[in-house]
């Protein structure tokens, strides 16, 4: 069985402070990490990917990923109001026949101006 | 920016009956895939799709389910006989051969079977 665990939240910071949000995978076969921005009614936005261990940032976000303890992890710097939604991570998984795509339920975010 | 399009927007349909919908994935992508979300819970994936067949499919995509890709553009999902717990969120997302495989979702379509 394939996971993606998120602490569903909800998950409250004050405008222009550092949002923390963690995501676990059980396939260790996993390849790619995504983060997924949805807003109420809307479909998934990707924010980021990330395939090597180590730090990638982009702007105000900056996405974590250890292999080793199965662990991806999203940084939001400045957090804004507009930032208030449910963040998705979702894993890669390779075969032989293809490729398959896991979500976790995803975390709320909400941030107070 | 190139974008994922589904239509239509809205489907209501009787339990029992066949829908189709609609997706045009980015031009250049050249993997498809169909997820469903229903309310309040989370997105789930149905079926991937590349050169023209299916490359894997979820314990979800039963045989009331079919894809096709009828023509340079379009990328279908058919439901034979819809039932009541089909209704939810469809969305259509496509990728390149990357590295990553990042994936592009398309606005959805709000399936309500009644």
């Known amino acids: 069985q394939k996971e993606v665990e998120q602490n569903s939240g909800p998950l409250s910071v004050p405008e222009g402070a550092i949002a923390s949000l963690n995501c676990t995978y059980s396939d260790r076969g996993s390849q790619s990490f995504f983060w997924y921005r949805q807003y109420s009614g809307k479909s998934p936005e990707l924010i980021m990917s990330i395939y090597s261990n180590g730090d990638k940032e982009d702007g105000r976000f900056t996405a974590q990923l250890n292999k080793a303890s199965q662990y991806v992890s999203l940084l939001i710097r400045d957090s804004q109001p507009s930032d208030s939604a449910t963040y998705l991570c979702a894993v890669l998984v390779l075969s032989n026949t293809g490729n398959q795509f896991y979500f976790g339920t995803g975390t709320s975010l909400t941030v107070i101006p | 920016e190139p974008e994922v399009t589904q239509t239509p927007s809205h489907q209501v349909t009787q339990m029992g009956q066949e829908v189709i919908l609609r997706c045009v994935p980015i031009s250049n992508h050249l993997y498809f895939y169909w997820y469903r979300q229903i309310l309040g819970q989370k997105v789930e994936f149905l079926v991937s799709?590349?050169?023209?067949?299916?490359?894997?499919k979820s314990e979800i995509f039963d045989d009331q389910f079919s894809v096709e890709r009828p023509d340079g553009s379009n990328f279908t999902l058919k439901i034979r006989s819809t039932k009541l717990e089909d209704s939810a969120m469809y969305f259509c997302?496509?990728?390149?051969?990357?590295?990553?495989?990042?994936?592009?979702f398309g606005p959805g379509t709000r399936l309500t079977v009644t």
């Open positions: 799709f590349y050169n023209n067949e299916i490359s894997e």
């Open positions: 997302a496509s990728s390149e051969r990357t590295v990553s495989y990042e994936q592009y």
